[in-house]
């Protein structure tokens, strides 16, 4: 530390304290004993990018075109690639040059959508639990935040009728994130028309995080919210390749949808960055284009996971919904989350604790499948020994 340590502005320094401090000096102490760890923690999938993907970033990093800056939208084929998937997939209509826009990382303008439409006194209506960056944005733009909380008795759906309406009136956004992440919950089109009614009736812009729609299980469809009348009037969708493709160090995303704010979000870039680099979008175009085979497969290796995890759980005791979606599973556990995490970790196994991810996910861990089976069953196996 210098004397500089306290220069931070007092938007940084308004940022709630990272909980896992305690948790990750924990992990250390057992590292440096020579215990391994398996750590269900990270949101992170653990299978490398598909091949074809890769060739194609190999095959593109050595065109001389790709090495200058690309543009702020984004490649008109990248767009044209992400319009096919949400034409072929959901039976969406985008038009590439006006509702799509390329994301370096759908995070970036998860956060940037913030400074193009909140003033200081408007709000966000976030879940909590929630994704920490609709909690973190809203204090670094200096704009406020009203919390709704995802509660097991709603199927982690925000009840649309317990907020008050000044709090409609007075919001701009609305947060969702459907297949849910940290409780891997899924929504219903019922829902989402509640939402957009209420969004056409106090004019607020519905942000919908849409990082798993891909990553569902048993022959179920997720629904994108455009699929529903009316979205596009109200609403933009976040999505990822980082999930569906394995990509999550690649850097890129879109957002799509209404096309005012999807040019606002345009306008807060070309401030900020340049794009996302032109050899990722050409790999990237590959990925969307080539047949989507690759996806199945990934999605069925976390289906495999899902269960021999969900099972392994009830042969201990747990009381386990089967996930639909998502690689998570959100469980139950009888004690506070950290507490139960720190004792989980003495035993060679890494968790997060529910209120990591707010409040109301107090009396819950997370538990990521992004392992391989084998460590999957072994830390099965520790579980066991800590609770029998
Ligand atoms: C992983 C994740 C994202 C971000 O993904 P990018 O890699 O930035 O595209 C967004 N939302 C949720 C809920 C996520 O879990």
């Known amino acids: 530390m210098t004397k500089y340590s306290k220069i931070i502005s007092d938007k940084l320094k308004k940022l709630p304290p990272y909980l896992f401090a305690e948790i990750d000096r924990k992990k250390e102490e057992i590292k440096r004993k020579g215990l391994d ?23 593109a990093s050595k065109n ?25 997939d959901f039976n969406v209509k985008l038009d590439p040059e006006k509702e799509i826009i390329a994301l370096i990382g759908s995070k970036e303008g998860i956060h940037n959508i913030h400074l193009a439409l909140l003033n200081r006194n408007d709000i966000s209506i976030i879940p909590n639990p929630c994704y ?11 704009s406020r935040i009203y919390e709704t909380p995802l509660l097991e008795e709603n199927d982690f759906l925000p009840n649309l009728d317990k907020i008050p309406e000044k709090i409609y009136r007075e919001a701009k956004i609305f947060w969702i ?28 812009v519905v942000c919908s995080d849409e ?21 596009k009037e109200v609403s933009i969708v976040f999505g990822s390749l980082s999930k569906t493709y394995n990509m999550t160090g690649w850097r890129i995303g879109y ?26 979008q050409d790999a990237a175009i590959v990925a969307l284009t080539h047949d989507q085979k ?8 976390y289906q495999i996971r899902r269960d021999l995890f969900v099972k392994g759980l009830e042969e201990i005791g ?20 950290i507490s139960f995490t720190k004792k989980l970790l003495e035993h060679g196994v890494v968790v997060t604790p529910g209120i990591g991810f707010g409040k109301y996910g107090e009396g819950y861990i997370r538990i990521s499948l992004t392992q391989s089976e084998e460590n999957l069953k072994e830390a099965l196996k520790r579980m066991k020994q800590l609770f029998k």
Not at 38 to 58: Q, Y
Not at 64 to 85: C, D, L
Not at 211 to 231: E, R, S, W
Not at 256 to 271: F, M, P, Q, S, Y
Request: glycine share 4%; with cysteine; hydrophobic share 40%.
């Open 37 to 59: 760890l398996i750590d269900l923690s990270i949101g992170d999938p653990d299978i490398p990018t598909p091949k074809h993907i890769v060739e194609a970033i190999c095959k």
């Open 64 to 88: 001389a075109r790709n090495h200058r800056y690309p543009s702020y939208e984004g490649k008109i084929e990248f767009r044209e690639a992400v319009a096919k998937r949400f034409r072929e």
């Open 132 to 142: 920490p960056v609709y909690k973190t944005a809203p204090i670094l733009v200096g």
């Open 177 to 204: 994130n459907y297949p849910n992440n940290p409780t891997a919950s899924v929504a219903t089109e019922e829902f989402y028309k509640h939402l957009i009614d209420l969004a056409m009736d106090y004019e607020f």
């Open 211 to 231: 990082a798993y729609i891909y990553i569902t299980f048993d022959g179920f469809k997720h629904p994108t919210i455009l699929q529903i009348k009316n979205a």
């Open 255 to 280: 957002a799509v949808g209404n096309e005012d704010i999807i040019r606002a979000l345009r306008d807060v870039k070309t401030n900020i960055d340049s794009g996302v680099a032109n050899m990722i």
């Open 294 to 301: 690759c996806v199945k497969e990934i999605v069925k290796r």
């Open 318 to 337: 747990f009381e386990v919904k089967k996930p639909k979606a998502t690689f998570y599973i959100w469980l139950k556990v009888k004690e506070d989350s």
